[in-house]
């Protein structure tokens, strides 16, 4: 069965302080790994879109990266506006997109 | 135009009302897919159009009914809702293969009452 798990849950950080998020999957003939971003209340973001190991993107203070079996999307140098829900999601041999439950970024000032 | 629009913003609804969610997408898109968000929660797909055509539907109850009337829209009939079913109504649009991402809409807050 596919499966997506991101970690942690929720994480706070300071301005300044960088961190890194994980996404983990299971899935069969995975065609592309997807993170959004999220606002309360929002449509998600589209934020990188990823297809084979070893992969890199990057866009302002965000860098996402793919292995085999889990992405990292790393925050460097976070600002308050950076505060969000980021989702991970991968798309199926059938296109579907399968989302994991997200991990709730708050950056303090 | 890089847009997904989603009308209504916000809907309140009795759970013997009849009413729609529309969706309009200006990109060349032919996927859309109706995708249902409750609080703190990934949003769950229900329903993908691919070249107009009804693809997947993952079995959502038939108060939920969706039509794609031409390759910019995308509708969602609702018919006797119960008030588990208030939440984010999503709608998403991408090339059928996805490739180049999936944009999604604001959304459509709806609640039942």
């Known amino acids: 069965e596919d499966q997506v798990t991101q970690s942690p849950e929720a994480l706070r950080l300071q301005e300044g302080e960088s961190s890194s998020l994980n996404c983990s999957y299971t899935?069969?003939?995975?065609?592309?790994l997807f993170w959004y971003r999220q606002d309360p209340g929002k449509g998600p973001e589209f934020l990188f879109t990823l297809y084979s190991a070893g992969e890199e993107k990057e866009k302002e203070r965000l860098k996402a990266t793919l292995t085999k079996k889990e992405s990292f999307l790393h925050i460097t140098a976070p600002k308050p506006e950076d505060s969000a829900t980021y989702l991970c999601a991968v798309q199926t041999p059938d296109y579907k997109l399968s989302f994991g439950a997200g991990t709730t970024v708050t950056v303090r000032a | 135009d890089t847009e997904v629009t989603q009308t209504p913003k916000h809907l309140v609804m009795g759970m013997t009302n009849k009413k729609s969610l529309k969706c309009e997408q200006h990109?060349?898109?032919?996927?859309m897919y109706w995708y249902k968000q409750k609080a703190k929660k990934p949003p769950e797909l229900m329903f993908v159009?691919?070249?107009?055509?009804?693809?997947i539907n993952e079995s959502v109850p038939s108060r939920f009914s969706p039509e794609c009337p031409n390759s910019s829209l995308l509708n969602l009939h609702l018919h006797a809702l119960q008030p588990e079913d208030s939440a984010l109504y999503l709608c998403?649009?991408?090339?059928?293969?996805?490739?180049?991402?999936?944009?999604f809409g604001s959304g459509t807050r709806l609640t039942v009452v």
């Open positions: 990109m060349g898109h032919r996927a």
């Open positions: 159009y691919s070249y107009e055509k009804l693809s």
């Open positions: 998403a649009s991408s090339q059928p293969t996805g490739g180049t991402g999936y944009t």
């Open positions: 899935v069969s003939g995975l065609r592309g």
